[in-house]
């Protein structure tokens, strides 16, 4: 029996009305899903996939990744739920600009607009694993791998765990967006690129193209042209 929807949102508390893609995640599972509207205590919920009442939910936002939910009512497919703590004002704003964003291929970014083949990528660079390496540990070819990062192939769901658990995030946000991670990665290369020194910048540059093409470090050779000097 479906619950009797209940009031929701404070009608004091401004909400922003909006279509983000996103997921939802519940006892280990993750679904896809909607926000039609939210404010800082909660948020209405589409998906065509069916969510419990008596398990907490997560959800992936723009600034804060998963977040902890209620889910309060339900009509068939719109979920009314409460956020287990309320999320900031600067969250919302993520949220609205994460709903501005446009592509014609927008179903295929998270929240943080990113792909999931180029957050496989991110995060494995940033794990230090070559793809060989990484191949290796979820039980799969490297050019599948390749495939992956990709977007041309998404693995299955049985190995999206094995990959999130080997990339240290959960699968949701795998899935969906890992936007504090993604945060952190850029801030760690900012910092090398701004504050090495020219064979710190060589070095860290050679690693990080290794590691991206699969290949020893002794297989990349950086050459730089100083002119007739």
């Known amino acids: 029996m479906t619950a009797q929807p209940k009031r929701l949102f404070d009608p004091r508390e401004p909400r922003l009305v909006l279509q983000l893609r996103t997921g939802v995640g519940q006892a280990g599972k993750a679904f896809d899903a909607e926000i039609m509207n939210i404010s800082t205590g909660g948020m209405l919920v589409k998906t065509s996939s069916c969510i419990a ?51 014609p291929f927008r179903h295929a970014y998270g929240v943080d607009h990113e792909t999931l083949g180029a957050r496989i990528k991110r995060l494995r660079i940033a794990s230090g694993y070559t793809m060989v390496e990484l191949a290796q540990k979820v039980g799969v070819s ?15 769901h049985e190995t999206m765990g094995i990959l999130a658990k080997e990339l240290g995030i959960g699968e949701l946000e795998l899935v969906y967006g890992a936007p504090r991670l993604g945060e952190a990665a850029a801030n760690l290369e900012e910092d090398d ?3 090495g020194s020219l064979a ?30």
């Open 193 to 195: 690129t701004q504050h």
């Open 53 to 103: 009442h008596d398990d907490p939910i997560q959800v992936v936002l723009p600034k804060s990744g998963a977040v902890g939910a209620t889910v309060i009512w339900s009509t068939e497919d719109l979920y009314g739920c409460s956020f287990d703590n309320p999320i900031s004002e600067e969250e919302l704003e993520g949220v609205r600009e994460a709903a501005r964003f446009s592509s």
């Open 200 to 229: 710190d910048i060589v070095r860290a540059s050679r690693k990080r193209i290794a590691e991206a093409a699969g290949v020893d470090e002794v297989s990349v050779d950086i050459h730089i042209n100083w002119g007739n000097e």
């Open 142 to 156: 490297k050019p599948t791998l390749w495939k992956w990062e990709g977007d041309q192939v998404r693995p299955r």
